[in-house]
T-cell receptor, first 109, second 114 residues
């Protein structure tokens, strides 16, 4: 069974400091990994996916198959980054998206 | 373009009552799903559908029924509400899962069972 773990429920950082959200997964096949973000009073939206290897809003995430991790990083956090972040996994061409428990990020001025 | 629309946004039910959460999408997406969001547990898949007439169970299907008679609509039914079903429910749709497919979420439905 696929499983996603986000060990930190809350991350509190100061504006301009680096932020890293941890995500570990367990899956025996070829997974596809995503990060979703939910800003206050907004719907959940896709932030980035590993297959695109892109940087969105200054965030990057690298899939490490050896460590089964997909940590999300941003070198300089901004106040508007305060939100709930979810790591998610699906098997390639699969039908089920499995979410981690979520990490709330609070960026203090 | 409305995207994914959920109704109602808020609902209070008494234990044992039944109700239906509505979900509609106007993007002609084949894949639709329902999740519940609980603190510390993230989003858990209840049921999903890969097309009209096809539904399947997710991680936490007990106490919920779904049907998919049209591509646009994917209602979630609670047959006999229980306090454990107090949660925020999200409907989502996409062309599919996997590379290149973006999942679009509704705004959520806050359900309280007393």
């Amino acid at each position: 069974a696929q499983r996603v773990t986000q060990p930190e429920k809350l991350l509190s950082v100061f504006k301009g400091a680096p932020v890293e959200l941890k995500c570990n997964y367990s899956y025996s096949g070829s997974p596809e990994l995503f990060w979703y973000v939910q800003y206050s009073r907004q719907r959940l939206q896709l932030l980035l996916r590993h297959i695109s290897r892109e940087s969105i809003k200054g965030f990057t995430a690298d899939l490490n198959k050896g460590e089964t991790s997909f940590h999300l990083k941003k070198p300089f956090a901004q106040e508007e980054d305060s939100a709930m972040y979810y790591c998610a996994l699906t098997e390639a061409a699969g039908n089920k998206l499995t979410f981690g428990g979520g990490t709330r990020v609070l960026v203090k001025p | 373009n409305a995207g994914v629309t959920q109704t109602p946004k808020f609902q209070v039910l008494k234990t044992g009552q039944s109700m239906t959460l509505q979900c509609a999408q106007d993007m002609n997406h084949e894949y639709m799903s329902w999740y519940r969001q609980d603190p510390g547990m993230g989003l858990r898949l209840i049921h999903y559908s890969v097309g009209a007439g096809i539904t399947d169970q997710g991680e936490v299907p007990n106490g919920y029924n779904v049907s998919r008679s049209t591509t646009e609509d994917f209602p979630l039914r609670l047959l006999s509400a229980a306090p454990s079903q107090t949660s925020v429910y999200f409907c989502a749709s996409s062309r599919g899962l996997g590379s290149g497919n973006t999942i679009y979420f509704g705004e959520g439905s806050w359900l309280t069972v007393v």
